[in-house]
């Protein structure tokens, strides 16, 4: 429409200043060239309110004087002009269906309509002056009611079938909307559900961890009655000994606490750019105790950096779903090994691999099927692998598993590179 009316603005002088110039202007056409003049100001005008967002007000400041323009043209020259050039007509009929509605069609319609009965009125009165039968002034008199009605009806039923249509894929595309928010919800409800399934089984392990944390610390306390035995000076360096020592039992104490609650808690997703390394390297206490004592515990870690773009919480859960997959697929001990490696400038890798019962291809094929689970009912709910699936995929990339019975399983996590970094190293 903007396009359209810089035309009417531009092009309508310029066709009057070309008809100026081959001398074409009379005085008769003095009121049409006023008529086209206020068409071609108020096109200008109308462009503009649209870019200010009043549309259905401007499409409308432009079609009354169009209409108004055309019935004073056919009052003075009649319907034949306008017959050899359709036009104006035609384009006042489609703008105001397609553009302001059905009901604002039919009223143009029957206002066109009375255009074309003063045209034919000033045809009959032309005729009369000529001396030529009123009969023959009015001979296009049906053919202009039946074309112009044929059309309105088509544009009628184009526009109520492109209002039917936009209407319906509104409506997909609400429906569309409510199902996405009702996955992301599910989404959410079971990373966090997995959280607290995670959470849960490392609490044991922790319950441990913790116990001896406080042996020793009470073992540095009970150390205080020996101390007053000792030389002041000596006193003194075995108190700050005893002191550091308590200081450091109870700094990983803290820090088992806050990484056991920062897992556990139900937050948005916090999309950050974190070394995979690093991550890997902090999440060691929450493995080691995740795995029983016959299970040793290998990380084979980079050097440089291995950037990743995800949720942190979601690359530990992750993590911590394939291993308590390994943990019991080791129930007489074993090895587990976790690395992480850059195969391409693009990729990082993490690898984790235990040497447990393994699985059969029928398996294999299935561990990411939501619900699917070899084990008891009370041993797990079969989401653990299919959630981990999920996720990676989610970041844009893809997990690969290698099993066989006997030999083991071996899960592989490719992930994009969130950033450049240095060229392939590793170390144990």
Request: charged content about 20%; overall charge neutral.
């Amino acid at each position: 429409m903007q396009l359209l009316l810089l035309f009417y603005g531009i092009l309508l002088p310029a066709n009057w200043a070309w008809r100026i110039v081959a001398g074409e202007f009379s005085a008769g056409s003095q009121l049409i060239f006023a008529g086209d003049m206020l068409i071609s100001v108020l096109a200008l005008v109308s462009l503009a309110m649209i870019r200010r967002g009043h549309f259905r007000a401007a499409i409308m400041l432009f079609l009354a004087p169009q209409v108004l323009s055309l019935a004073i043209t056919f009052a003075l020259v009649g319907v034949m002009p306008q017959l050899i050039d359709p036009a104006p007509t035609m384009l006042t009929l489609t703008i105001s269906g397609l553009v302001l509605g059905r009901g604002a069609l039919w009223v143009v319609w029957a206002l066109l309509m009375g255009v074309f009965a003063i045209g034919f009125a000033t045809n009959i009165r032309l005729a009369a002056e000529a001396g030529v039968s009123t009969q023959r002034a009015l001979r296009d008199l049906p053919a202009v009611f039946i074309s112009y009605t044929l059309i309105t009806i088509i544009l009628d039923r184009t526009v109520s079938a492109l209002r039917e249509s936009l209407a319906e894929s509104n409506t997909r595309g609400l429906e569309l909307q409510r199902e996405m928010a009702r996955r992301e919800r599910a989404q959410t409800q079971l990373v966090h559900a997995q959280k607290m399934e995670a959470t849960g089984r490392l609490a044991s392990g922790m319950a441990h961890d913790f116990n001896n944390i406080l042996d020793v610390v009470l073992g540095f306390a009970r150390r205080r009655r020996q101390l007053y035995e000792l030389p002041p000076v000596e006193r003194a360096d075995a108190l700050e000994d005893a002191l550091d020592g308590v200081e450091t039992a109870a700094g990983r104490g803290t820090d088992l606490t806050r990484r056991l609650l920062s897992f556990s808690r139900k937050d948005l997703l916090r999309i950050e750019v974190f070394d995979a390394s690093e991550a890997l390297a902090s999440m060691r206490p929450l493995l080691r105790q995740l795995l029983p004592p016959d299970v040793s515990l290998s990380l084979r870690l980079l050097e440089v950096p291995a950037p990743v773009r995800l949720d942190r919480q979601e690359f530990e859960l992750m993590l911590l779903n394939i291993t308590a997959n390994a943990r019991d697929a080791m129930p007489d001990g074993g090895r587990f090994e976790v690395s992480v490696s850059r195969p391409a400038p693009k990729l990082v890798e993490i690898a984790l691999v235990d040497n447990g019962h393994g699985m059969d291809d029928a398996t294999r094929r299935r561990i990411f099927e939501p619900f699917f689970t070899t084990k008891d009912a009370h041993a797990g709910t079969g989401l653990g692998l299919s959630l981990v699936g999920d996720l990676v995929k989610v970041t844009g990339g893809e997990i690969l598993v290698d099993s066989a019975p006997g030999e083991g399983a071996r899960f592989v996590i490719r992930l994009p590179c969130a950033g450049d970094a240095d060229p392939l190293s590793s170390s144990s």
